[in-house]
């Protein structure tokens, strides 16, 4: 069922899951659903982050997304800014994010700056070091490791360095980065 919430659009998910079944629902689930959408990602020969926002009320999901650096050849298209993007222009100081991987600066500087209440992050073990600044910015911050998507990142880290590096510090870091044709 989690793999349907995860594949699914976020705006078609209340014929999916009414009240009773959302309040079911647990942080692991929901990062679960974040290491999900990482994997769709690496599925995509992307990079396998994955992000789950939700509102703290009623724990509906409101956003969802997963890194597309490569898919759509975008520098900044990371799990946490498509999943902010998929919910839009809401008040993120009543939601929690669940992201499959620690931020990067920038997008732990925009949770910070969109006001999010609190980050739950499934993966310190392959990346971390913006929790610190999160919690400096008074976003509660929550580690909750999931084995699935640490196997997951260590191994698109190992298959491919050279994107693992452009995704965390951009085409420089690699020599340029891919060549882009017209």
């Known amino acids: ?9 976020t705006t078609s998910l209340p ?20 290491v999900l959408l ?8 992307g990079c396998p982050i994955g992000a789950v926002i939700i509102d703290n009320q009623s724990r509906c999901i409101v956003g969802k997304g997963h890194n597309t650096l ?15 993007r998929d919910a839009g222009r809401i008040d993120f100081s009543r939601t929690t994010l669940f992201t499959s991987l620690s931020p990067c600066e920038i997008c732990a500087t925009l949770l910070h700056m969109r006001g999010f209440a609190r980050v739950v992050v499934g ?12 919690r400096n910015k008074g976003v509660q911050v929550d580690i909750l490791e999931d ?15 050279d994107l693992d590096m452009e995704d965390w ?8 980065g891919p060549e882009k044709h017209p």
Request: aromatic share 6%; with cysteine.
């Open 123 to 134: 993966d310190v073990t392959n990346a971390s070091g913006t929790e610190s600044l999160l």
């Open 70 to 84: 490569v898919q759509e050849n975008h520098p900044y298209n990371h799990g946490e800014t498509a999943a902010i």
């Open 38 to 45: 990482a994997r769709k990602s690496y599925d995509e020969g």
């Open 1 to 9: 069922m989690l793999a349907v919430i995860a594949h699914m659009p």
């Open 147 to 161: 084995a699935k998507g640490i196997e997951l990142y260590a191994r698109f880290r190992s298959a491919h360095p």
């Open 15 to 34: 014929v999916l899951m009414d009240d009773d079944f959302t309040r079911r629902l647990d942080d692991a689930d929901f990062m679960r659903i974040a």
């Open 169 to 176: 510090r951009g085409a420089c870091a690699v020599g340029g």
